[in-house]
Every structure is written in C-alpha cells, then in structure tokens.
C-alpha cells in the first residue's frame, strides 16, 4: 500500500515537535526531511506503516526523541542511546572545554558517573595521549558506553562497574570530571513529564539536596587527585556556593571557580588540589 507522507505532520502546529516528528520518519524510512513533502505517496506495507505510526505516538505521549531515535549528538560523538541511561545535555560539552587547561600528555582522567560515556568519550577523542576511565554503578549505562567507544572507534577509553572513586589508590588522576545526579528531590518531582517519565531517577537526583553524591566524591577526590590536579563538578543553577564550600572545607582544594552554561546559569564548579 502507498502512504501521504505529509499526513503524519500536518495536524502538528509546533514548530520544535513537527521537526521531531520529521526527524523520526526520516531516520526510520532513511529518507532526507525534505522527501516527507516532495513525495506525494510512499509504498509502505502495513507492518511498517503500522511501525512508523507507534514510533510517532510515543514521542507524542512524551517520550524523548533520542530514545526513540536510539541516538544522538554530544560534540563530535554520535552517541547510542536507550532507555536506562540518562540523555546527555548540550550543556554539559562546555564540561570539555574546561577541561582543556587540566589535560596533558598521558595524564590520567576519570570520568565518574560516566552514563553512555558522553564526556569520557569526548576527553579521549580530543586528547588521544590522554588515559581515560568511565565508572558507572549502572551495569545498563556501561553497556551503551562501551558499545560507544566501539562504534565512535575509540582506544584510549577504558569503562568499569564502580561505585564513585571507591577502591581506587592514592594519587591516581589528574582530573576528575563528574556529572552526577544533582537535582534536588523537590525539583525532580517537578521535572517535565519527558525526563521524570522516562529518564533514570538514579541519573537525575541523589536525594534532598542533591548534593549528597556530589560531598561523597569530593571527599573520595582528597586522597584520589593529583597534587594541582582539578576537579569539575557539574552542578544545580543554585548549587554554585553550597558546592564551592563543600570543597573549602577540606582544606586541599584553592582556586574554586564557579562557570556558567550557555544559558548564563551557574553549572559547573572547578576546583584545584594545593
């Protein structure tokens, strides 16, 4: 049978949802956005239109399109991504430019919390002389992080089941690089119905704070670091002082800056180890 393409998106009158509709018949049908509308008819059997239609319904009822689409994009990764792993952020890659002062031939960087592997993967394809290490306590989220170091082809990433920094010695990295899960429990039952419905609670909050993770790893990261080495936290917009004092106080850490994402909110704290 032959279908009108055109019927999927034309009762969709929001401009940001009809683009990911289109995006969504595109990636499935292979076929360029533009072809929704320059062909008038497309044969498609009935298991496949039937296929397209429920692709359709769930990012209508709100499921995240990069679930559906099973991908997408940090930096210059193309990342896979699936239900139990938490989607990474346009906001989180100014994580890497940070990082960029910190990071040296053969110095050692983890990556705590590491999800499908988006900065840890990142760091190691932009700093090939680089050692990289992804943890995760989600056996679920390493999967997608390793099959992402396959298919991005990747060799100086290496990614383990951990809990924080636990286990590892003294002295062991130069940087430390962490977007743990930071939203405040308050917040997260608040969250919009396409992140609280479907993205992992574990990913998104720690507790009331939120920052109950966050003082777990800054104390870990006191014997962990390098002397000079640095750690960069991404944080809540309101976190910024709470989490700079959370640092303070162990007494081995100056330089503590707060930076800002693209947005102008406070999201990421860094921090150097006297």
Request: glycine share 6%.
């Amino acid at each position: 049978m032959s279908y009108c393409l055109k019927e999927f998106v034309k009762d969709i009158h929001d401009p940001a949802l009809k683009f990911e509709i289109e995006l969504i018949i595109s990636n499935f049908l292979n076929i360029n956005r533009i072809d929704i509308y320059l062909s008038s008819e497309m044969p498609l059997i009935e298991s496949k239109l039937n296929e397209l239609r429920s692709l359709i319904s769930r990012r209508l009822n709100g499921e995240p399109l990069a679930y559906i689409l099973g991908y997408t994009h940090f930096r210059d990764l193309k990342l896979n991504i699936g239900s139990g792993v938490l989607i990474p952020r346009p906001e989180t890659e100014k994580m890497i430019e940070l990082s960029k002062d910190y990071i040296f031939p053969g110095c050692s960087v983890i990556d705590v919390g590491t999800g499908s592997g988006a900065i840890a993967l990142s760091i190691a394809k932009e700093f090939p002389q680089a050692k990289v290490i992804g943890v995760d306590i989600s056996k679920d989220a390493l999967l997608y992080a390793q099959n992402n170091k396959e298919v991005n082809n990747i060799s100086n990433a290496l990614f383990c089941l951990n809990d924080l920094c636990s286990g590892f010695g003294e002295n062991s990295f130069d940087l430390i690089l962490a977007n743990l899960p930071y939203i405040p429990y308050s917040n997260y039952l608040c969250l919009e119905k396409d992140v609280k419905d479907y993205e992992p609670e574990v990913a998104l909050t720690s507790g009331k704070t939120g920052l109950e993770l966050i003082e777990k790893l800054i104390s870990q990261t006191v014997s962990i670091l390098n002397s000079k080495g640095a750690i960069i936290l991404e944080i809540d917009k309101d976190q910024g002082s709470k989490a700079s004092f959370l640092f303070s106080r162990e007494k081995v850490f100056a330089d503590i800056k707060i930076f800002k994402d693209y947005n102008g909110l406070d999201r990421f704290v860094l921090a150097q180890k006297l």
